[in-house]
């Protein structure tokens, strides 16, 4: 039952790369989304994240992932139809401009999202922060920090799932049909969400200090982080993303 | 300041005190010395003047009510307070011989590694192995010692087959066992931890008492642990402490602070339910009868009892005290 | 007529099977425990009877309505007395400022008037003796778990599920807790709890459930489980103290092993004892002082 950024273990290509290759290939994905505007591009760009997912065993997830941004997607897709004005109606209220502009902002959203949540699913947060503390120099107070955040994203949401699940019970209808009405419901429940983490992160931080996290060196880490072929022809691959975008453009 | 062993079981046997303000004793690897505290925002003491001595090597159980202060008591003994929750301080907790406000809580958790009750919140890695790494590589254990600390800490917890399990996909139980192995692999001289069998079954209670029962025979780790369920204190602890308001009300051997069920019951702690049997038997029937703690002890204390071989009571119960049976 | 029925129900959360080919029913006004190991698929379970998941296969009736055709939040607070869940941890529930609008949450999304809602969360408030205008998160956990049970009876729920609900309370909350439901079940609330204290389920259920791994290992009365072998191994419950003291004489065949043996708590355990006892001491003439064991 992994959740959204949940560690899901393995040993394939992709969780061997170094996790700073990662970090450049996800971003390579999101620059190369932002510079072009070529639709077709976008689609391929779209169809190299979910191909990540597979190559890194985690298939089902990047599908569900891609489900759940489709429907946020098509939700942005609509409102952007009504909005924009420009160029020549072709049906009802939508132009040629506005169906071209929102494709794209779509695409792009998902573009931007996919790489990054599926790598960092293959990628283990103490390794991330272990590399951006031994490679890129980070100071671990940042590194601890940023791993924690990301460590607390499916605590928090599976809380949230809880909550939504009592609160259900209880006779709030949380399963209507009616999305707007759902986030109205569920805007009030952030109060009980906010007042048990603030405990939860004085937990963590005391239970940090008493295993020595303010001893803590940059040599401090047991485990290196090497480059090795692999993450150089990863590095290619991110480089050749963002100069077909270029190209394309 | 290293404390001797020697007088401990005598220390023990006599601390009967209900919050007798014994001198600080060489023996004991922590003692609180009129320790009271008032949380920054509360307005009654959270701890009123408490002295608990835990003796090096001891099982200490510490029960009471919901808000009688046992998870600020902990708080204490590990170093959080005052070095995290700030408050008004009175008194003193010495640590292995020094107080706990001249050193860091960083330097106390060295000699006392607790696991917290939120299990969740305080791991801090995805995979089992990485996260009894943590504390190694932070306390700047050698690079070469460190597999085999790794090793030598799952084994004494027995999950050694979880090293490279995700810990989102284990149960309550074996998450509990891998904060304590997380906790041992920097080998400290005291374990305390606050209600960390709330979540599991009772199966699982059994296993974590187990655990810690083997780790404070074998390993000769001072344990405290705050619990709930009276029945796993009565079967693992050598010493309990009772709390209430915010006092350590009794103190003792298990036995002796059980002698007074009728206060502990007004309290709002309950009795096993043995206890309370031979308590009410020994009431109606007069002489003969220990009072007994366990389902094991409870047998063999009725069987004497009929046979009529109980002439010697005072050595019956002597007897007794080394007797540990699993629930 | 049963008030809930399984009949022939799996549920599966992707990873493994929480619940397989599960199948009882449950009539109203009972009060039935529902015990097992950690993830043997208890609080599943629970969730299926509210609707909150949707069965797989099989069906799920309450009140003779399959549970997929209907949304739980109605259910919830379906005319004549809906299906009240109390969950593990009460701060899931709660969302409000102050212990009457809490209760009176419950009622909001009904038909009633906004007047009688107050007047009908005032009384519970009054009956759990909280201050209507306190704060539920400045209450202690044990008080919490009580407000959360206060919210949910205020919609005067048909069937009343409680997962773990004594889980981190003291004696004498959980003891608060049990009486609240006892009296709502001896009112005619069907009551379904799931509870890791045999004590308790000894104390209050009259019917158990023991499941592991997804099944149903044995449905009976607690007197009648407690005293299976079988299942303590395989379920991993152990039964509470006094039985298990009573099954230490099972296998005896001297005047003590035959008035212990058939005991299940402590008043019948001293009345079959308190008789060979009392004549064994005049007998052997020592009757003593009361010895403080242990006392040095």
Known sequence: MAGLLDYTDGSSVLHRLNPLTKLVLAFAVCVAAFVTGNLWYLAALLAFSLGLGFVGGIGRVALRLLWTLVRVCAFLFVLQLLFIRAGTPIWLFVTDVGVATAARVSLRLMDATMPLVLLLSVTQASDLSGALVKVARLPYRYAFTLMTALRFIPVFTGEMAHIIQAQTARGVPFDTKNPLRRVSLILPL????????????????????????????????????????????????????????VLVR | MTPTATETAAETATGTATGTAAA???SAIIATDRLSF???????????????????GDFVGIIGPSGAGKSTLAAALSGVIPHYWKGSFYGAVRVDGRDSCEQSLTDISRTVATVFQDIEAQMVAAIVEDEVLFGLENFGVPKADIPGRVTDALDLVGIADLRRRTISSLSGGQRQKVALAAALALRPRVLLLDEPTSELDPASSVQIFE???????E??????VIEQKIMLLCAYARTLGVMDGGRLVHHG????????????ETRGVNAPRVTTFTHALRRAVGAGLPLTVTVDETESALRRAFSGAANDTTHNTQGERDVYAPL | MSMLRFDRVGYSYGDGIAVHDLSFHIAAGEFTALVGSNGAGKTTVTKLMNGLLKPQSGTVYLDGVATASARTSRMARAAGGGVGMLFQNPDHQISKNTVLDEIAFSLSFGSMSRAEQRERAAAIADEFGFRADAEPFALSRGERQLLALASVLVAEPAVLILDEPTCGLDWRECMLVMDKVRARNQAGTTVVMVCHDMEVVGDFCRRMLVMDEG???????????????DLFGQAHI???????LALRFADGDDALSRAMAPTADIQTALNAVLPLLSARTVQSGTCGPVVQGGVT
């Open chain 3, 215 to 229: 099944r149903l290992l044995a449905d009976g009365t607690p007197d009648e489980l407690f005293r299976r072998a």
């Open chain 2, 219 to 224: 390993q000769g780790i001072t344990v405290i």
């Open chain 2, 24 to 26: 600080p004793h060489t």
């Open chain 2, 211 to 217: 655990t810690l029962q083997r780790l404070n025979r």
């Open chain 2, 253 to 264: 051997p298990v036995r002796t602070v059980l002698e007074h069920i009728e206060d502990l």
């Open chain 1, 190 to 245: 952030c109060v009980p969400l906010l007042v048990s983490s603030v405990g939860r992160i004085d937990q963590a931080a005391i239970s940090a200090e008493a295993r020595g996290f303010y001893l803590r060196r940059r040599d401090s880490g047991y485990k290196d982080y090497p480059f090795a072929v692999r993450d150089g022809v990863a590095l290619l691959v991110a480089a050749a993303l963002i100069a077909a975008a």
């Open chain 2, 38 to 56: 008032t949380y920054a925002a509360g307005t009654r003491p959270a701890l009123d003047d408490i002295n608990l001595q835990v003796a090096a």
């Open chain 3, 238 to 244: 152990a039964p509470p103290q006094m039985v298990q």
